[in-house]
């Protein structure tokens, strides 16, 4: 971790807490633009395509960035990368969409932490096999705990009139962050390959928007869908922009702080964010009682607990590799 001046070091923290609360005001963005267009594929693809058409112009201005993208083919050939390692964007596509068809029903805050859950769980199996560039990495006790805690926090703040209302939008929240989890993984080798974060962020929209598209069509030529038309509130095409913004101020923050403060940071501004946003406006069937508030509490000591590299007695439940 690089010491930085206690003003920069700050900026920095803000930075985090900025990039966690970007991602809640995209989720509440992006279920606006689903119900405008007539539908969460197609506000994804939108969304996806005002990202790509920002980046792509950022990469194409800069002259290291557009050498940067031919070490892409090199890589593949010589095995530093694999052709599914430039798939990520196809968590980032699914995560979009989730915004679009959950927070509309129950809400960003019981999305935000049905997502969280999915990427604590899901880093636990990412870790352990290895798809990062870190490599493989042993399950400790609390990771494990952690992963057990936020599927129950997910679980505790679904209720909903004294019953459990575990649904299949707040599953596909989940399954959200388990994609998360590996995207994030994935990007960081064409990352590491390519030598520059906004590379793998071009890759990552390029992906992710092909995919989207092709859903689209599909939906659109089948009757599934129906385009409602382009909505007339300009914040709505944000949603794009906004992911760009955040992963940029990551990549600026990140090697500043560490990885581990800073996804404590962010998540904490996520959560944070995503409250604030359904008590000042809320949307849909949200429910914001003791159990919701309790599971947030749940989900913050779930990450807590999961960013510490050991257990309390420094032993792995797992070594073997």
């Known amino acids: 971790m690089t010491h930085a001046p206690p003003r920069h070091r700050l900026a920095t923290f803000l930075a985090a807490v900025t990039v966690g609360a970007l991602v809640a005001w995209q989720s509440r963005i992006n279920a606006e633009l689903a119900t405008a267009v007539g539908g969460g594929f197609l506000a ?3 969304s996806f395509g005002t990202g790509l058409i920002l980046v792509g112009l950022v990469v194409v201005l800069r002259p290291r960035l557009r050498r940067s993208v031919t070490l892409i083919p090199t890589a593949v050939r010589s095995g530093g990368l694999r052709a599914w390692h430039l798939l990520g964007g ?4 699914w995560l979009v969409t989730t915004q679009g ?6 809400g960003v805050t019981i999305f935000t932490i049905a997502v969280v859950a999915g990427q604590v769980s899901g880093s636990l199996l990412v870790d ?9 990495m042993p399950v400790t006790r609390n990771r494990a705990v952690a992963a057990l805690v936020a599927l129950g926090a997910v679980a505790l703040a679904s209720v909903q009139g004294g019953q459990v209302g575990l649904s299949l939008v707040v599953l596909l929240a989940v399954s959200a962050g388990l ?8 990007n960081a080798r064409v990352a590491v390959a390519t030598h520059q974060p906004l590379t793998a962020t071009l890759v990552n929209f390029i992906v992710g928007f092909t995919a989207l598209i092709l859903i689209c069509v599909v939906l659109l030529a089948t009757g599934v869908a129906d385009f409602a038309g382009w909505p007339t509130q300009w914040w709505l095409y944000l949603g794009g922009p906004i992911g ?11 090697r500043r702080v560490g990885v581990l403060v800073f996804g404590l940071l962010s998540i904490g501004g ?8 359904d008590l000042v406006a809320p949307t849909g069937q949200t429910t914001l009682g003791w159990l919701q508030w309790l599971g947030l509490l749940l989900i913050a000591a779930a990450v807590a607990l999961a960013t510490l590299p050991q257990d309390r007695f420094g032993k792995a439940v797992l070594r073997k590799s």
């Open 128 to 136: 352990r096999a290895g798809l990062s560039p870190a490599g493989r």
């Open 270 to 277: 996520q959560l944070l964010g995503s409250v604030a946003m």
């Open 44 to 46: 994804a693809a939108i």
């Open 244 to 254: 760009v913004t955040f992963i940029a101020l990551a990549a600026w923050a990140v």
């Open 101 to 106: 068809l959950v927070v509309t029903v129950v």
């Open 179 to 186: 994609g998360i989890s590996v995207q994030q993984a994935i």
């Open 90 to 93: 196809l968590g980032g596509a």
